[in-house]
């Protein structure tokens, strides 16, 4: 028998995934990203969100398409609908997106606006009565996102007016003066709370990058001074003390003054984060930012690549130092993995990364898209098959990751025909 040596075996994994980078057609990723979009999920969500009784949208579709009309309503999924159209509106000029990007800011702006503390509720219930009248900075940084997206889309002055006195309530209210960023949780009067749903923690990653792409996205609109300084902040703290500089991790949950409070391992977080805060420091435009930050984008998405993605281009949820502790894959994990990969390989032509990508892509077609009924199943066991009694629709399962991926996917095939 012959015996091949360690390093004809690496050479032949390199030729395979240079072969496979070399032979990815981008327009017809692209293509496909595009027909994902509008044939599957932007079409599911025209058809199944609205709740024309309360003027919003259905708290609760469960996996058999039945909409629960009693079930709260959260702040979360109306402002990423309303992103979401807002974006394909741009993207596509198709006038039922503006109608239903119109509808989602009707909803978040009549429904769950605190008129007398400012910002908004973190849940309604069915006939728009406050239920969780806390104020998580998360859920504001979405309402910004989406404020400004539908500014971009429409030009409504009013969406603008709001986000920039968003940003401003929040940087009064929420702003570590001590040691940067943003504390997670306050109550209805702005009341800080020690911690919240998304943690045990006063500070947490999720909070953070969401906030940084909250504000990226109000800067495209708005450059204003203490907005850009405050991105500068937020991408220094998140490349100094979110990701850990030896396992290149994110530290998910942290102390007011950053010291890491979990040692857990969230791959999809990982992945978003390395293509989001690159897309921050482009948007800034500061060339030593674009540096430091395209750098920690290849030792996030080198360590995601290496320990996160099964054999068959699902991303993992949760790890641990010791191990995989949560080996389903999320819908959201799958679709920020495939434009974190993209990224890796425009910045480095590395083609590992490419070969990524359109591994993830296709095991989202195989494997995570509903071709039945539409949309993406919310999760899929290790065996490949959905979890069962999923929701389609709920507060957290929503249209935004996934279009999102779409329309990074569309936008950077564009780029890499070039």
């Not at 240079?18 to 079409?43: F, K, Q, Y």
């Amino acid at each position: 028998m012959k015996v091949v040596s360690p390093a004809c075996c690496l050479l032949l994994a390199f030729a395979s995934v240079l072969t496979v980078a070399r032979a990815a057609n981008w327009p017809e990723l692209g293509a496909s990203a595009d027909h994902e979009l509008r044939g599957d999920i932007l079409s599911f969500w025209l058809a199944h969100a609205q709740n024309p009784a309360n003027q919003g949208f259905y708290g609760l579709v469960d996996e058999k398409l039945r909409p629960h009309a009693d079930e709260p309503r959260g702040e979360l999924l109306t402002a990423r609908i309303l992103w979401t159209f807002s974006r394909a509106y741009r993207e596509y000029h198709d006038a039922q997106y503006l109608e239903m990007a119109r509808y989602a800011y009707g909803d978040l702006t009549d429904h769950f606006t605190d008129h007398v503390h400012g910002g908004y509720f973190w849940t309604i219930d069915a006939n728009g009565h406050p239920l969780d009248e806390q104020k998580l900075v998360y859920g504001q940084a979405f309402a910004i996102y989406a404020l400004a997206e539908y500014y971009e889309a429409t030009h409504t002055r009013a969406a603008l007016r709001d986000a920039t006195a968003l940003f401003h309530l929040l940087d009064e209210r929420a702003h570590d003066p001590d040691n940067g960023g943003y504390f997670d949780a306050y109550d209805r009067s702005w009341h800080r709370m020690p911690q919240n749903m998304l943690g045990p923690a006063p500070k947490t990653q999720n909070s953070t990058i969401h906030v940084l792409e909250a504000f990226t996205g109000l800067l495209r609109v708005w450059p204003d001074q203490l907005l850009q300084a405050r991105e500068r902040e937020l991408i220094r703290l998140l490349t100094d003390r979110i990701v850990d500089s030896k396992t290149h991790h994110l530290i998910l949950y942290l102390t007011p003054d950053w010291k890491p409070l979990s040692d857990q391992i969230s791959y999809g977080h990982d992945i978003e984060l390395s293509w989001l805060i690159t897309e921050a420091a482009d948007v800034l435009g500061d060339p030593v930012l674009q540096a430091g930050t395209q750098k920690t984008a290849i030792e996030i998405a080198d360590a995601t690549l290496a320990q996160g993605v099964n054999a068959d281009g699902g991303v993992m949820n949760l790890a641990s130092p010791s191990g995989v502790v949560d080996g389903d894959r999320d819908w959201w994990n799958q679709a920020e993995a495939v434009t974190g990969f993209l990224n890796a390989y425009q910045i480095t032509h590395d083609p590992k990364f490419a070969a990524a990508a359109l591994k993830t892509w296709h095991f989202i077609e195989t494997s995570v898209v509903d071709h039945r009924q539409g949309e993406w199943f919310r999760s899929v066991k290790p065996d490949g098959s959905p979890a069962p009694g999923d929701p389609k629709i709920s507060l957290w399962k929503c249209p935004y990751h996934n279009s999102r991926a779409c329309f990074q996917i569309i936008e950077r095939c564009h780029e890499l025909e070039k």
